[in-house]
Each structure stands twice: as C-alpha cells, then as structure tokens.
C-alpha cells in the first residue's frame, strides 16, 4: 500500500478541489495514484461538487417539519430559484428537515447525521450538487418546542408540503384544546411571515438594534434638552417596540387588538391560559449577498467562447 502522505493530499485537493478527507480516501482507494484518485472523485460527484462549492446559493426551499409540540425550519439553498421545482431536491429537503427533528438546531450536527437512504446528510447534499448540477448547501437548522401544546406551521409560497420561500413555526404553551390551540398559532404565523417582527417581545430585541433607533430618535431632535431628549427616545422606543415585537404589533386578522390581545381573548375558547411562547421565521435567502450578474455579458460571453 502506498504512503499517502499530506504532500500527496494537498497535491490532489489542488487538482480537484474535492475536501481533504475526500482526498485522502480517494488516494487510498488508489494506492497513491493521482490520476486515478481523480476519476473516482468524479465517480463519486464529490470533484464536481467541489469546483461548484465557491458559488453563491441564495436560493432553494425553505423545510418544516412537526412532530408533537416539537418543529424545525431548514433553510437549503441553491443558486437558482429552478432547483426549488426539482423533485430531488425538494425530497433533500424534506428529509433534512425530518432528520433534523431527532437531532436538534445545529446545523453542522445534521450536516454528519445519518441519513435514512444511506451515508451522512452532507454526503446527501454532495450527491444532489453532482447529479442537479448547482451549489447546495443547508445554512442554518433550528427548533421550537413546548412541553405542553403545540407548535404550528405556516408556509408562504408553497413548493410543496411543507416547503416555501418564507417558513413560520408559532409555539404556544397550553393545557387547552389542542385543535384550538393549532388553528391559533397557524393565524399567529401567518401574522409572523406577514409582518417579520424583529423579536417575540421587548425584552428579546438586541441592544444594538435598540441603540441604534435611540441614536436615530436623538439625532432627530438634536438640540433639545438633555432631559427632553430622554423622554422623546422613551416615547419613541415604545412606539418602535410597537412596531417590531410580536407581541404588541396589530393583529393582522383583527387590527384592533393586539397579538397578546388575542391571545389572550382565545383563552375562553381554548379552555387555558395561553402562553405565546415564541416563534421562528425563515425567510429564503435573508441576509445573503446575491451576486449582481449581468445576463447580456454572460450570453454574449458564451457566444463568443463558442
């Protein structure tokens, strides 16, 4: 068997771009044979998956999966919006999603969880870039849950079950009607995917942003007493928190409550205090910087290498 040293490994990482595990096996498979190493990367889709893995993946699905009072959200991107119509793609998604019940919110966590048809869940992902042809990576996993109640979901530009552009799970924690409970926290999704609140209440908004609204409402009326200063931030960050919590905001299906308003209006008919104990948003692709392409260049580039 020959020596696979580190020089051996970075040499074919080189020329394949494939990982240095990846790399390692590949040269032991192949008796330290470069050349070889190289066609079974490529046999394994993982020296294609490699050259794929720079470009930028803003688009794809965004996953949900319940089960009890536990939920999870997936973000999977691709490059383009085609691959989030792919049937392969879709079913990655899915059983990421599924998959991610059992393991919890952290990504890296599901990206080396088996996967039900075999291998990792990266192995999966590697798979699907080599046979749909794109950049696939999962970005981020995370989870809701409540020890008592439900946890409901709600998904804005459907691709399928489950699967969108915009995913919302509400949590509320309840002894009540468990159907009531459901139909409540579904509207309280929509509500979510609708408006984005920035936080479930005041005290869960960052302090940056905070600091930042309070320097925005103080350079506004710059010049006024140090104490009339004071009360306009206070008086200005309420009517923020107004705005960005999800708690205070106006409820969308009946603007003239809040959503803590409601909820606690829905206690009657639940049967039980009602706690609306948090709430994730997924939306595809946020904070994500798009490469700006100019298609025109890219068609007559392609022409011309014709």
Known sequence: MANITAALVKELREKSGAGMLDCKNALTE????IEAAIDWLRTKGLARA?????RVAAEGLVALAIEGSKGVAVELNSETDFVSRNEQFQ????????????????????????????????????????T??????????????????????????????????????????????????????????????ATNPVALD?????????????????????GKPEHVLEKIAESGLKSYFKEVTLVEQPFIHDSSKSVAQAVKESEGKVGAPIKLAGFIRYGLGDGIEKEETDFASEVAAAAGAA
């Open 91 to 130: 079913a990655l998604a899915t059983t990421i999603a599924q998959v991610a019940l059992g393991v919890g919110g952290d990504a890296e966590a599901v990206k080396a969880a088996a996967y039900p048809q075999g291998g990792t869940v990266q192995e999966a992902i590697t798979s699907a870039v080599a």
């Open 132 to 193: 749909i042809g794109e950049n696939i990576a999962l970005r981020r996993v995370e989870t809701l849950a409540v020890g008592e109640g439900v946890v409901a979901a709600y998904i804005h530009n459907a691709a399928g079950d489950n699967l969108g552009r915009i995913g919302v799970l509400v949590a509320l924690e309840s002894a009540g009607k468990k159907d009531e409970l459901t139909a409540l926290a579904r509207q309280i999704a929509m509500h979510v995917a």
């Open 50 to 54: 490699a050259k794929k893995s720079g």
């Open 202 to 222: 005041a005290a869960g908004v960052p302090a940056d942003t905070i600091a930042r609204e309070k320097a925005i409402l103080l350079e506004k009326n710059a």
């Open 30 to 33: 192949t008796d330290g044979d």
